[in-house]
């Protein structure tokens, strides 16, 4: 077992080596950076349902999970606009099993885990006092995250790394099962921050979302207004790997002239109430 699992190891990465992948279609933001994947998506939304089933039992077990009918409900009615365009990006993510729940506690933070596991923590809301375009705004950077598959990428480089520290004899003994994936993609979530291009590449593609879904994009701007006021007082958890700057306010600032028709467009489009 452990053999074919080296072997299949060893072979995809020697095909990855050479290849890289596209994950989205550009959009009109853009989009369109080769990424070098050296782990396969599958495994890494495997590992991701393992990382998010984790997270609900324990939050299950304080009795936060979803504690907040109203919040949940409101969360999901937004997710509700943005899933159906995200098939802009690419149209298998409207196969994917999205999951959309929310952590009572005072934390400020957000994320959307491979495969569209997504967790609002209520204290973002709260704190915040976000409307719903705010959320959105949230929503639609960690929803391009998965879309851009910028945890899997991450993966990837930490396997690179290996690979060129210690070779890879010493891989084939520790292949991408599922218990280490499952880590890592909390790690990523959880710890570390994306590195400023994938930071960028959410920030612009889910001002793309939240304008096709209906939500006023200049919205975004004021979200990270709000983020850099808070930061000032007491640091939250979101901030650790988002900070909140200046100079993601500008980028913003210069994409909405591309995402601006098509939030006009989807104004006209007599949206359902909700
Ligand atoms: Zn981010």
Request: with cysteine; charged share 25%; hydrophobic share 40%.
């Amino acid at each position: 077992m452990r053999m074919a699992t080296a072997k299949v190891l060893v072979v995809s990465l020697a095909l990855a080596g050479c290849a890289t992948t596209q994950t989205t279609q550009p959009g009109a933001v853009d989009i369109h950076r080769k990424q070098t994947m050296l782990v396969s998506e599958a495994s890494v939304e495997h590992g991701a349902q393992q990382s998010y089933l984790g997270e609900l039992e324990k939050a299950g077990a304080s009795g936060k999970l979803n504690a907040d009918p109203a919040l949940t409900a409101r969360i999901r009615r937004i997710t509700d606009r943005l899933i159906p365009v995200t098939a802009t990006f690419r149209p298998d993510a409207l196969e994917w099993k999205w999951e959309v729940n929310t952590l009572s506690t005072p934390e400020v933070n957000a994320y959307c885990m491979p495969g569209g596991k997504i967790m609002v923590y209520s204290g973002l809301v709260d704190k915040l006092q976000l409307d719903d375009a705010e959320i959105a705004t949230v929503l639609g950077h960690e929803m391009s995250h998965a879309l851009r598959e910028h945890t899997r990428e991450r993966v990837s480089k930490a396997y690179e790394q290996q690979v060129a520290l210690v070779g890879l004899a010493v891989l084939t003994g520790a292949g991408p099962d599922t218990i280490a994936l499952a880590d890592q993609v909390a790690s990523v979530t959880f710890e570390l921050p994306h590195d400023r291009e994938q930071e960028s590449e959410a920030d612009v593609m889910g001002l793309e979302l939240m304008a096709r879904a209906g939500y006023d994009p200049h919205k975004a701007i004021s979200l990270w207004k709000k983020m850099m006021a808070v930061e000032k007082s007491e640091p939250p958890q979101y901030l650790s790997t988002h900070p909140a700057s200046a100079n993601r306010i500008a980028e913003l600032e210069r994409h909405l002239p591309q995402v601006l028709p098509l939030y006009a467009a989807a104004e006209r489009k007599d949206l359902p109430a909700h």
